[in-house]
């Protein structure tokens, strides 16, 4: 069943009103995106008001299976977990400086977004286009950094994210 803890209760402290998170939110529910049902909630605990909220479904499998969506594998920005690095020339470089959280597979390791990395970091710009084409869900891709930016959610290109694969080609989830 639902409870508290089965949701992420964000308080939004850079828009107090929530309304900007709102119309993203509806904006991109409106287009077709794939996208956290959201809430907006009044937090009362023992008759005590502890502020207004948002109170967002959580990013997981059962998200993927409620839309129908063959989910292969799923990560979220921001909390440095992955321990993947590319080796260029004897250097190792650590090109996503935030990194990423492993949501599923459980037992999985950050490989599979690395390769995409790594691959795209030393192609060529014909070897891009082609990796983008056949792994890149692109206009997942390019509808997220437009919302974003035509609503100015600058933390959201950094940290609040998902990356998903699916059908073998990779798209985002904005959180």
């Known amino acids: 069943g639902e409870t508290l803890s089965s949701y992420f209760w964000d308080g939004t402290a850079a828009d107090a009103s929530h309304i900007k998170n709102a ?39 059962n998200f993927f299976k409620s839309r129908n969506i063959q989910l ?15 080796d260029y020339n004897g250097v ?18 950050c490989s599979e977004l690395g390769k995409l990395i790594e691959d795209f970091y030393f192609a060529d710009d014909s070897e891009r286009k082609k990796i983008a084409e056949t792994r890149l869900n692109i206009e997942s891709f390019t509808t997220h950094l437009a919302i974003l930016t035509i609503f100015n959610l600058s933390d959201v290109h950094a940290k609040n994210y998902y990356l998903y694969r699916s059908e073998g080609k990779w798209g985002v989830i904005a959180w």
């Not at 996208?35 to 997981?60: C, M, R």
């Not at 292969?72 to 590319?86: N, P």
């Open 23 to 61: 119309l993203v939110m509806a904006f991109f529910r409106k287009i077709g995106s794939i996208i956290s049902t959201v809430t907006p909630t009044a937090v009362y605990l023992n008759n005590q008001y502890y502020g207004f909220y948002q109170k967002l479904e959580p990013v997981d499998e």
């Open 72 to 86: 292969e594998y799923l990560v979220k920005a921001g909390l440095d977990k992955c321990d993947f690095k590319l």
């Open 92 to 109: 190792k470089k650590f090109p996503i400086t935030d990194g990423f959280e492993i949501k599923y597979p459980e037992n999985s390791n």
